[in-house]
């Protein structure tokens, strides 16, 4: 597995993981502009496994000195959920934002019904530390869901 800055040509096989149903339900359709416009605050990286696009990960850093922090968020074509790979892009996405960039805490935050990545999450050291009631809107618009705010701090990282 190798992590690696958006390159033109991407943009078909991101829009493919993206909308798989177990992706779509928990990041909704790409939006106009994806993966370029639609998030410019952030850092993306295409997640590669064997040379071929598996997934994305990104990052965004709050850099007001009295808040800094990083947060990041991934998606994994789910043809290979459950292999470790999640938990892996995280741990050296976390490895970077602390030991390069500095950051003392890193925050993510699944949904409280995504089970499988909160159990990734833990993996590699993040820890819950509270709900955020109704925080998004479900895919559909009909309501909303909880999420679980997690975060790691520097030495806590596995």
């Not at 597995?1 to 991101?14: A, N, Q």
């Not at 007001?64 to 741990?91: K, M, N, Q, T, W």
Request: proline fraction near 6%; hydrophobic fraction near 40%; include cysteine.
């Amino acid at each position: 597995m190798s992590l690696r800055p958006l390159v033109k040509g991407d943009e078909e096989e991101l829009r493919r993981i993206h909308v798989a149903p177990e992706v779509a339900r928990w990041w909704g359709v790409p939006e106009e502009g994806f993966p370029w416009t639609d998030e410019p605050e952030s850092t993306r990286m295409a997640i590669e496994i064997d040379g071929s696009v598996a997934g994305l990960i990104q990052f965004c850093e709050e850099t007001e000195p009295r808040y800094r922090h990083a947060s990041i968020d991934l998606f994994l074509d789910p043809a290979l959920h459950g292999r470790g790979f999640g938990e892996e892009a995280v741990r050296r996405v976390t490895t970077q934002l602390v030991e390069e960039r500095g950051h003392h805490r890193i925050t993510i935050d699944p949904a409280v019904g995504n089970v499988a990545a909160i159990r990734a999450y833990e993996k590699v050291g993040f820890k819950p530390v509270g709900v955020m009631r109704r925080y998004e809107r479900d895919v559909d618009g009909d309501g909303w869901h909880d999420g679980l705010l997690m975060e790691l701090l520097a030495g806590e990282l596995r």
